[in-house]
Each structure stands twice: as C-alpha cells, then as structure tokens.
C-alpha cells in the first residue's frame, strides 16, 4: 500500500502541494484528476520518490522513503515501473533496444530469451515490426504503447501513469485505456493513473482522487465521484465554467 | 544601499560555494560508482570510441598547424641567436609539456564535451535520467561513470598522437621549407626532452580529461527549463571547463616544474 502524510512541497514559495494526504490501495487502479497545473505530476513524483517533499511522509510497503538515502532508492524502485508524459524512450536508441535495456541491464537472460521477451512485450501492447525504428519516427499514440511496454516488463508491483492518454484521438485513447486494464487484470499490479479524460478514466479505475489546491477534495469510486455534491468535483466532471475552480 | 549590496554579495557567496559543494558531491558519486559498479566494458568503450575516435581528425588538424606555427616562429627566434639547430627541441619541448595537453584539452571540450552536455541535458529534461532511476537503473553507473573513464583513457592518447604530430608539422616547416638540418632537429629533441617532461604531459592530459569529463557531465545534468536550458548549460560547461583546464595546468606546471 501507498500511504502519503501531509505531503507539503513548493517552488518558489508557490505551495503546489499542501497539506495531501492520500492512501492508495494495493492492486487497485487509483485515479488522480484535477485541473491542470495543480501538481497532478509532481504528487506522482512523491509517490515514486523522484521528488523530497519539504515536509510530511510518503509510505510504500509501510516504508518511509521521504527518509531514505539516494543509494537506498534502487530497492524501492524494484517495485516501480511509470509510464512517463511524453513516454521518456531513450531517444538514441530503437524501439527493441528501448524495450530491451532494463532486461540486458539488470538479467542474465540470453539473447534469444531478451528477443522473445521484448516481442511478446511489445506484441501484448499491439505492436509488431517496428524494433528497428526510433522513437522520433513514433506517433504519440505508439510512443505511450513502448513505453507501457517498457515499464510492464520487469513485473513491477506499482506502475504509475502520468496521462497516458493526453494528446491522442479518442480511439487511441480508448485502446489505451483498454491496455490498462487489460494488463491490470494479467498482472496485478498497484496503478496510479494522472488523467483529465472524464468520464473514460471512470471506466477503467477503481478509485478517483480529485486534486485541487494541493489537497486531495473528494475520494471515492467511480460512481461515488460522479453523484458527488461536492461544488469543485461537480464543475470539473461537468466541464463548467460556473463554478469555484477559476481558470484564469 | 549597503544593505542591498552586502545582501547580494552574500546571496552569490552562498550561491558559489553551494554549486562548488554540488559539483563535489557529484564529482565523488562519479568516483565511487567508478569504483564499486563500473559497469560493461561496452559502455566504456563505446565512449573511448566517441570521446577519442571521434576526435582523432580534429586533433591531428590542430597538431599539424600548431606544430608548423611552432616550426615557424621558433625558427626565426632561434635564427636571431644562431641557434636555428635548436627548433627540434624546442618545438618538442613546447608541445610535450604545454601546448600537446592544453591545446589537445581544449579541442576535446570543443568536440566531445559539449555533446556531452548536450546528450545528458536532454535526457534530463525529457525524464530520460527519470525514466532509468525509476527502473532502479543508476544514472551514474550508465550515463556519468563510462564518460569519465572514457575521458580519463581517450585525452592522454590523444595528447599523445597530438604531439607527434604536431612535431612532424614542426619538422615539416623547419627542415623541409626552412632548411634546418634533420640530423640537428631530432638529435637535440632526443637530448633535450626528458622522462619526466613526458610524464607531466601525461599527467596533466588525464587530469584534464577528468576535469573536462566531470564538469560538462555535471553542466548536463543539472540542466533545466528546456531547450535554452540545455544551450545555456553547454555554454557553461564548454567555458567552465576551458577555464578550469588552463587554471589547473597553470597549478600543475608550478608543481611540477
């Protein structure tokens, strides 16, 4: 289990988290909407240690990592895969050897064994025949598919998704998402998914957050979220200009 | 007034001394990750290859020119005192010493280092370096390390062949066009030039490597805010690292000597 604690972080003494305190349940899919700009990425980073928050505690399997060293990180991100923004592929190497690295880095597999496991991999996301190309020859679309790839293939037990499907038209959107839940049901794995796709991200998760001003507002399923009275949840999944959340 | 004053002077002493700290912190986690998990042979290679292979046509254009300049003007100096049969050492001695390391530093800076900043900038921020923590793969171990040791091997050989050629430039104007006698030029290069010249050439091309490797590896990766970001920390590594080579030179000649 994920267990944040009065997570408080600032840039420029501009507060982007204040006070988020947030339990995210083991082998579930966790959503976290929110406008834009509100530290939707930043929270995931905390999640995943990537970032220190300057005061509270971030728990993961009952350990607290705000407290760890840098070199005792590796241990905790065994257990992490995430699916970047903008996929983060290695941009000077192809698609197989993207997909590879991990597996030749930290496996004794043999050549052959790498070569099925990668193809599998990236046949499991639906694609085929393009280990020879370079992620600047990818579509959006195929991009986030290497990349989800990439992070299911060590098996970990938490992957985080920071809009996976941002920026791709609804039919890819929609595989996307599929292949989310599609891999969650094989694997298992813990998913925490930053998205602004509503209502599609409802059908997918098992729980939605709604971040807004640093906080967690309103947790619930689904369904809990979209009977919700509560004003800044009811404008944002409505899409209204009407409302306390001000977009100016 | 004063108030104003004192308090910027003190934000930017702060200001140093923080990026000195950082830059040594980084700079002794390069170190240990050399020593404790060097990596695959590969990925060093693969920058001796980068750092050293890639130079190799722009080392051997500067040696040649700085070794005829060399011929040329010593020879008109040495003509002054009658010494002309002199250029051979001279020529030598200025390159193996002084001129081989510094000028073969500065190239690399030029050539390789910058890239490297470029290439790890980038990486930062498109959440390469991210991408790799989060799949508990050590950026040092893949990005840093391999860079510094390949620095660390591929700038003295460079240094070396930057010599050699940049004597056979000064061979080239002094004896082939200035008629010294060939005997002369290398028979006072072999009685001038000492072990322990070579040695401190030796030294100071790997020291320079590691200092030129470390400082463009740090400007890299802690470039930020986009793509001026990354031009911005280029410019800085490639001035930073130009400026660092000729301080510590300066600093190694004076022990040394």
């Keep these: 289990m994920i267990k944040l604690v009065d997570i408080h972080k600032s840039f420029d003494s501009q507060a982007v988290l204040d006070g988020l305190s947030l339990e995210i349940p083991e082998g579930r899919i966790t959503a976290v909407i929110g ?52 996929a983060a592929l290695f941009d000077s190497m192809t698609v197989f050897e993207n997909v590879a690295f991990p597996l030749e880095e930290k496996t004794r597999f043999s050549r052959a064994e790498i070569r099925d496991r990668v ?63 599609d891999t969650h049901e094989r694997y298992g794995y813990t998913a925490v998914i930053v998205s602004h796709e509503i209502p599609e991200i409802f059908d ?26 509560h004003p800044v949840v009811r404008q944002f999944i409505s899409g209204s200009l009407e409302g306390p959340i001000k977009f100016i | 007034m004063l108030r104003t004053f004192l308090e910027k002077l003190g934000a930017v002493t702060i200001f140093i001394f923080r990026e000195m700290g950082r830059m040594l912190i980084f700079l002794v986690m390069a170190l240990v990750n050399i020593i404790i998990r060097p990596g695959k042979p590969f990925h060093i290679f693969k920058q001796i290859h980068f750092i050293g ?16 300049v060399l011929g040329l003007q010593g020879y008109y100096t040495l003509a002054k005192f009658g010494s002309e049969g002199m250029l051979g050492s001279a020529v030598a001695l200025s390159l193996i010493r002084e001129l081989g390391p510094v000028l073969t530093a ?49 700038v003295p050989l460079l240094c070396a062949i930057f010599d050699v050629v940049g004597i056979y430039g000064g061979y080239l104007v002094g004896v082939k066009l200035l008629g010294v006698n060939p005997g002369a030029y290398f028979h006072e290069m072999e009685r001038s030039v000492e072990w322990k010249d070579v040695w401190s050439g030796i030294v100071k091309s790997i020291s320079f490597g590691g200092i030129l490797a470390w400082v463009c590896c740090y400007k890299g990766y802690h470039a930020s805010h986009g793509a001026e970001g990354v031009s911005r920390a280029t410019t800085e590594a490639v001035v930073m690292s130009s400026v660092l080579v000729l301080v510590w030179d300066y600093f190694l000649t004076s022990v040394m000597l």
């Design chain 1, 35 to 86: 406008p834009s700009g509100e530290g939707k990425s930043v929270l995931l980073k905390h999640i995943i240690g990537l970032m220190k928050p300057d005061r509270g505690q971030v728990h993961v399997d009952g350990e607290n990592i705000t407290a760890m060293r840098r070199f005792e990180m590796n241990r905790v991100w065994e257990k992490f895969g995430m699916l970047f923004q903008n």
């Design chain 2, 106 to 154: 500065l190239m690399v800076v030029g050539r390789a280092g910058s890239a490297i900043t470029a290439e790890i900038g980038i990486m930062k921020i498109t959440e390469q370096i991210d991408a790799l923590k989060t799949m508990a793969l050590e950026p040092f171990k893949y990005l840093i390390s391999p860079k510094i040791v390949g620095a660390l091997v591929a």
């Design chain 2, 53 to 68: 292979t890639k130079s190799l046509f722009v080392i051997t254009l500067t040696a040649s020119f700085t070794g005829m």
């Design chain 1, 119 to 181: 193809h599998n991999a990236l046949e499991n996301v639906g694609l085929r025949g393009i280990d020879k190309k370079y992620p600047d020859e990818l579509s959006g679309g195929m991009k986030k598919r290497v990349g989800l790839a990439r992070a299911l293939l060590l098996n970990p037990r938490i992957i985080l998704f920071d809009e996976p499907t941002t920026g791709l038209d609804p039919i890819i959107c929609r595989a996307i998402h599929q292949l989310i839940r």
């Design chain 1, 204 to 229: 997918i998760s098992d729980l939605v957050a709604m971040l807004y001003r640093g906080r967690i507002t309103e947790m619930g399923t689904p369904e809990e979220i979209r009977r919700s009275e």
